[in-house]
């Protein structure tokens, strides 16, 4: 192989990999979980939440683990899907009472693409 034919196909290589990186970013929105914080999917659209840590004591949160724990086991190869509504789990999680008034009951959300 010459050495322009070499240098080439790094080149070349080097592009793809750009390009492939490129995509993945574009497809995938990365949620920032800021500390104290948790993601879970909702199914069936797998939409994502950022959830406090201190939801995790509450009886409907337990509950809703419980459920998510019936459904897939603990063998689960992914992200944290709980079996339920989006509109529901919503309204669950506004009903929760939260420990840090800062975010003002905003839900951080996202859509996987």
Not at 56 to 76: D, S, V
Not at 78 to 100: A, H, M, V, Y
Request: some cysteine; proline content about 6%.
């Amino acid at each position: 192989m010459s050495v322009c034919s070499e240098k080439s196909w790094k080149t070349r290589c080097i592009v793809c990999v750009r390009q492939t990186l490129r995509r993945w970013r574009t497809k995938t929105r990365l949620i920032h979980v800021p500390d104290g914080h948790f993601t879970v999917a909702v199914a069936p659209s797998h939409r994502r939440f950022v959830i406090p840590t201190s939801h995790l004591i509450h009886p409907t949160f337990r509950y809703l683990l419980a459920k998510t724990e019936e459904e897939y086991g603990f063998t689960n190869n992914g992200p944290l899907t709980i079996p339920c509504d989006e509109k529901l789990f919503e309204e669950i999680i506004r009903s929760i009472p939260r420990s840090d008034q800062r975010v003002n009951n905003e839900i951080c959300e996202s859509t996987v693409l």
